[in-house]
């Protein structure tokens, strides 16, 4: 079996040969060879925002990853500041964390929700959603297999307004012609208008009215029963979290 080991230095000595040997030789180390692969080779991971308009879909994007993503923006003033995003905008960083490698995609996609007829107003974002697949596709189908990029969305933050009774008819639309392509997180945009209770209120309107429409958004994974119990506790206190904060 092929290790796909090379030595990086011609000065390594024979004992860090044999450290390096001892690490990815021999099937028991498998797993240190595929994880040594993945996180040589990277991993994609591309997030939408999508909403109604003026949710604060660009704010989140802006300030969830501590990175500048628009770093061609020139500084306007407050006046100009406010903009509305018009158009699909993609943006890609490479974060790199531990040595692990990450290709970041976002997707801003405009709001919408202000015409008069909001019948199909999320079609681009649907046609987005299906030329992603599309092109993953013809590259999986094309000579040039290794190196393809993933652009497929892999999540959308669908953004709820915090001012309505529940669900509007435009967001019971959106998410049910994406349900199928990607993995929705829903969540109340703007939480910090309301107090707790509301809060807690409105969510559990939503949940019943996403149930009632048959949408189905992301379900965090349940822990597998051989996990270790420091593991399980982690992962019920996240779910905990979540309950209590602004994500369905
Ligand atoms: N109170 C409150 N205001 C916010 C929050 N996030 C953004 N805003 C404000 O909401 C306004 C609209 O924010 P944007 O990020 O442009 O909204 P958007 O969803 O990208 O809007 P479109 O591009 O038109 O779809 C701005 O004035 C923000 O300062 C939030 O969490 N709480
Ligand atoms: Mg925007």
Known sequence: MSTGLRYKSKLATPEDKQDIDKQYVGF??????????????????TLMVAGESGLGKSTLVHSLFLTDLYKDRKLLSAEERINQTVEILKHT???????????LTIVDTPGFGDAVNNSE???PITDYVDQQFEQYFRDE????????????????????????HGLRPV?????????????????????????????????????????????HVYQFPECDSDEDEDFKQQDRELKWRIRRTATL
């Open 28 to 45: 028991a180390t498998l797993p240190n060879q595929v994880h040594r692969k993945s996180v040589k080779k990277g991993f994609d991971f």
């Open 93 to 103: 960083v490479d974060i790199e964390e531990k040595g692990v490698k990450l290709k």
């Open 121 to 123: 107003c999320w079609k």
């Open 141 to 164: 189908s094309g000579l040039n297999r290794k190196n393809i990029q993933d652009n497929r969305v892999h999540c959308c933050l669908y953004f709820i307004s915090p001012f309505g």
């Open 171 to 215: 967001d019971v639309g959106f998410m049910k012609a994406l349900h199928e392509k990607v993995n929705i997180v829903p969540l109340i945009a703007k939480a910090d208008c309301l107090v707790p209770s509301e809060i807690r209120k409105l969510k559990d309107r939503i949940r019943e009215e996403i149930d009632k429409f048959g949408i």
